[in-house]
C-alpha cells in the first residue's frame, strides 16, 4: 500500500525511539533515514553552528511523541464532549428529565453568586473553571513542602477499660454513672455536683484537685458521666430540660437532701444553666469555668458576634455550621476522629485555636495521661448519638434566655387599675430571677470560649461575678491549678471550715 506523503509509518516511529541494530522483518533500520524522515516531516532541519544538519536527540524525539499523545487525548475529549451532548445532554433522555427540577432549583438559589464574576464571562463556563482551579489548589496546599520537615506522629490507640463504675437508677429506668471525692456524704459541708464538658467524663471533675483541699473545705465533688457517655445509659430524646432532671434525680439518689452547689465547665455550663432554670429552689450558688452560650444566640449584639467568631478556626465554624444545619452528617466526622480507636492532640480533634498557655499545658505529660483516660471512658461505648447530641444543644434553640436569670420586679396585674396601683404598691410585686450568687472565671486568652461570651453573659445578668483572669486559656486557669480551684472554693464557700464532725454515739445506760 502506497503511503500517504508527509505522514510517518508505525515503523519510523518506533526506529526514532529506539538504539540502532534494531530489526524488522530481517533487515536492519537505518535510523539515519528515519531521523532524516522525521525532520523533513516537522517543517524545518536541525543545524549545527557549521551549518551542517544536526540529528535530533532523544529528547526531542520524546517531546514529539508526547505532544502527539497530547493531540490524539484532545479529539478523544472532543468526541466524547459530542457523544454526550447527543445521547445524554439532550431534551428527552432519563438523566435530564430526571434532574432537571433539582439542578434548576439549585441553580436558583446559588444564582446570586454570578454577580461576583465579570459581565463578559458565562457562568457556564466560568464556574467549572473555578471550581477545577480550586481543586488544583487544595491540592497543592495538601503536598506543602512543609509536611516534609514535620516529625513522624506516633499513634496512640485508645484502650477499653474494665467497666467499675458506681451507678445508680434514675426514675425513668436508665442508668448513671457518676464519681465521688472529698470527704463522705455524712461529714460534708458541702456538696458540689459538676456535669462534664464535650468529650470528657466522670472521671474528669476538677482535673488535679487536691484531696487535702476537699476535705479542708468539707466538699463533698460529685461528677457524672452524661446520658451515653462513659457508663451511663444513652436517653431516647434528650434536651436540656431532661439534661436538668438527671441532675437533681442524681443528687436525690445519692442522698443529697439539701440545696447543693453547680460547677461546670466549657460546655457543661450549658447544663448548669438548664438546671438553674428548671430547679433554682435546689441550687445553693453556681460556678462557671470558661462558660459557654449558643453562638447563634440572636439576643448578642452585632460586636459581640462578631468578636466571638473570628477567634475561631473556619473548621470549628464549620462544625458549628453543620451541626446547627445538617447534624446528620457529624456521624461520619466523628467515626475518623475520636471514634476512629486513635487517640489525636485535643486541639486538632476538637479544631480547637489555643493560646501559648495552653499550647504548653496540653504538651505536659500530667495532662497528656488525663486527657488520653478521660477520652477512653467519654468514647467507651463507641456511639455517635451523644456527642451529635451534644454539639447540637448548643447550637439549638435553649428554651430559654439568659436574661430569665436576672433579678427583676415582677408585677401582678389584672387590668390597667391594678397595674397603676402596682406602681405606688411594693406589695403587688416580687422579685424574680435567679437570686442566688453566680460565680464566672474567664481567661482572657481564652480562643474555645471567648471572653465575649462572659461579656455577653455579664450583660444579661448583671448580678453575676465576673473575674477576669489575664493571661489565662481555656484550660490553664482550670486544669491542675491548686491555686485556681482555691479561689473557686473561696468564692463559693467563703472560708474554709472543714468536714463536719460525727455525732458521737450516745452510749448506752446501764440498767
Same mark, same amino acid.
Given at each position: ?18 538504539? @540502532? ?16 524522515? &522525521? ?6 532541519? $536541525? ?56 439542578? @434548576?432549583?439549585? $441553580? ?17 463556563? @466560568? ?72 468529650? $470528657? ?133 466523628? &467515626? ?88 405606688? $404598691? ?86
Amino acid at each position: 500500500m502506497e503511503e500517504i506523503r508527509g505522514v510517518a509509518t508505525w515503523q519510523e516511529e518506533l526506529a526514532s525511539l529506539v538504539d @540502532a541494530g534494531l530489526r524488522y522483518d530481517g533487515a536492519p533500520i537505518d535510523l539515519t533515514v528515519a531521523t532524516e524522515s &522525521r525532520s523533513k516531516r516537522s517543517g524545518f532541519v $536541525s543545524v549545527d553552528e557549521s551549518g551542517s544538519e544536526r540529528r535530533e536527540t532523544l529528547k526531542d524525539e520524546v517531546t514529539e511523541f508526547m505532544k502527539s499523545w497530547g493531540e490524539m487525548l484532545v479529539e478523544l475529549a472532543k468526541g466524547c464532549k459530542d457523544i454526550v451532548k447527543q445521547t445524554v445532554v439532550t431534551e428527552d433522555s432519563y438523566v435530564v428529565k430526571k434532574l432537571r427540577k433539582p439542578v @434548576a432549583k439549585v $441553580s436558583k438559589k446559588l444564582r446570586f453568586m454570578n454577580e461576583y464574576l465579570p459581565e463578559d464571562r458565562d457562568p457556564i463556563h @466560568a464556574w467549572p473553571v473555578i471550581f477545577f482551579v480550586f481543586l488544583l489548589a487544595l491540592a497543592a496546599l495538601s503536598f506543602s513542602p512543609e509536611q516534609d520537615n514535620r516529625p513522624v506522629t506516633v499513634i496512640t490507640k485508645l484502650r477499653l477499660h474494665p467497666t467499675g463504675a458506681t451507678r445508680v437508677q434514675l426514675p425513668d429506668g436508665r442508668y448513671i454513672a457518676y464519681q465521688e471525692l472529698g470527704v463522705s456524704a455524712d461529714r460534708a459541708r458541702h456538696s458540689l455536683v459538676m456535669p462534664h464538658s464535650f468529650l $470528657s467524663s466522670r472521671l474528669a471533675g476538677i482535673p488535679g484537685v487536691k484531696k487535702s483541699l476537699l476535705v479542708e473545705y468539707g466538699v463533698r465533688l460529685v461528677s457524672y458521666d452524661l446520658p451515653g457517655s462513659g457508663e451511663s445509659d444513652p436517653h431516647r430524646s434528650r434536651n436540656l430540660s431532661s439534661s436538668a432532671s438527671d441532675v437533681i434525680n442524681l443528687a436525690a439518689a445519692i442522698g443529697i437532701d439539701k440545696k447543693f452547689w453547680l460547677l461546670g465547665y466549657s460546655t457543661g455550663s450549658m447544663h448548669a444553666w438548664a438546671a438553674m432554670k428548671y430547679f433554682p429552689e435546689k441550687i445553693a450558688a453556681v460556678a462557671m469555668v470558661a462558660p459557654v452560650i449558643n453562638p447563634y444566640e440572636p439576643s448578642m449584639t452585632k460586636e459581640e458576634m462578631v468578636k466571638t467568631w473570628e477567634q475561631w478556626l473556619t473548621k470549628r465554624k464549620f462544625m458549628y455550621f453543620l451541626a446547627r444545619r445538617f447534624p446528620i452528617l457529624l456521624p461520619f466526622i466523628y &467515626r475518623r476522629s475520636f471514634l476512629s480507636g486513635k487517640l489525636d492532640q485535643l486541639d486538632q480533634w476538637m479544631s480547637l485555636s489555643l493560646g501559648e498557655k495552653d499550647k504548653l499545658l496540653i504538651k505536659d505529660p500530667t495532662f497528656q495521661e488525663f486527657y488520653q483516660r478521660n477520652v477512653e471512658e467519654s468514647v467507651r461505648q463507641g456511639i455517635t448519638k451523644p456527642f451529635v447530641e451534644e454539639a447540637g444543644l448548643q447550637v439549638s434553640n435553649w428554651g430559654f434566655t439568659l436574661s430569665e436569670f436576672r433579678t427583676q420586679k415582677k408585677c401582678t396585674t389584672n387590668g390597667v387599675l391594678s397595674w397603676l396601683m402596682s406602681i405606688y $404598691s411594693e406589695a403587688e410585686c416580687e422579685l424574680v430571677g435567679f437570686r442566688k450568687p453566680i460565680h464566672i472565671w474567664q481567661g482572657m486568652e481564652d480562643r474555645v470560649a471567648p471572653p465575649s461570651m462572659s461579656d455577653y453573659i455579664s450583660r444579661m445578668i448583671p448580678e453575676a461575678t465576673v473575674h477576669k483572669i489575664p493571661n489565662e486559656g481555656h484550660f490553664s486557669f482550670f486544669f491542675f491549678c491548686d491555686e485556681c480551684h482555691r479561689q473557686i472554693f473561696y468564692a463559693l464557700f467563703g472560708e474554709p471550715k472543714g468536714q463536719l464532725e460525727k455525732e458521737k454515739e450516745t452510749k448506752e445506760t446501764l440498767v
